[in-house]
T-cell receptor, first 113, second 117 residues
Framework: GDSVTQMEGPVTLSEEAFLTINCTYTATGYPSLFWYVQYPGEGLQLLLKATKADDKGSNKGFEATYRKETTSFHLEKGSVQVSDSAVYFCALTATSGTYKYIFGTGTRLKVLA | DTAVSQTPKYLVTQMGNDKSIKCEQNLGHDTMYWYKQDSKKFLKIMFSYNNKELIINETVPNRFSPKSPDKAHLNLHINSLELGDSAVYFC????????????????FGPGTRLTVL
């Protein structure tokens, strides 16, 4: 079945460091891919998305490129801030006629001042 | 205006009790979901309704029963609460659930933290 695998956290970085959070997926067809972010005490909110191969999603300095050949959608940011501390979820929706989102297990990011 | 709202935000109760969590969305979406998030932040889908019709019913104890009186509301009733039910429960909605695709951004509520003592 469809699945999403994320790197385990926590990831701890100093402010202004470069961030990569790895995400790979298994899916039939051509899924859409998403990154959601959950700040402490809040619900998840969409960070960025990509709907087809080679698309790049970007928002708030974060980027991720849909790589069909490596079935990956890694999240990157060039310079993290303390305010980026949160849990990040990679997710996909299948195109095979399902209502489901498949979420990864989440990666906690902690940015130190 | 809050897009997806849940009540209550916190719920503390004794084992064996019955409780309900309410969810409302004012986005005009057709599809609503309930998720359970455990202490390790793992997010598991429980149920989904599309236009008041149950379309996802994951392997969840039948003590959990969703009810959708209209497409803007999806409530979750839990009977005979157990310690293992302690978690954060999130409601979410999306514009179109079927076929799930690129435009189906999910909008999440703030969560209900359930603690069973």
């Amino acid at each position: 079945g469809d699945s999403v695998t994320q790197m385990e956290g926590p990831v701890t970085l100093s402010e202004e460091a470069f961030l990569t959070i790895n995400c790979t997926y298994t899916a039939t067809g051509y899924p859409s891919l998403f990154w959601y972010v959950q700040y402490p005490g809040e619900g998840l909110q969409l960070l960025l998305k990509a709907t087809k191969a080679d698309d790049k999603g970007s928002n708030k300095g974060f980027e991720a490129t849909y790589r069909k050949e490596t079935t990956s959608f890694h999240l990157e940011k060039g310079s993290v801030q303390v305010s980026d501390s949160a849990v990040y979820f990679c997710a996909l929706t299948a195109t095979s006629g399902t209502y489901k989102y498949i979420f990864g297990t989440g990666t906690r990011l902690k940015v130190l001042a | 205006d809050t897009a997806v709202s849940q009540t209550p935000k916190y719920l503390v109760t004794q084992m064996g009790n019955d409780k309900s969590i309410k969810c409302e969305q004012n986005l005009g979406h057709d599809t609503m979901y309930w998720y359970k998030q455990d202490s390790k932040k793992f997010l598991k889908i429980m149920f989904s309704y599309n236009n008041k019709e149950l379309i996802i019913n994951e392997t969840v104890p039948n003590r959990f029963s969703p009810k959708s009186p209209d497409k803007a509301h999806l409530n979750l009733h839990i009977n005979s609460l157990e310690l293992g039910d302690s978690a954060v429960y999130f409601c979410a909605s999306s514009q179109a659930g079927y076929p799930a695709g690129p435009y189906n951004e999910q909008f999440f509520g703030p969560g209900t933290r359930l603690t069973v003592l």
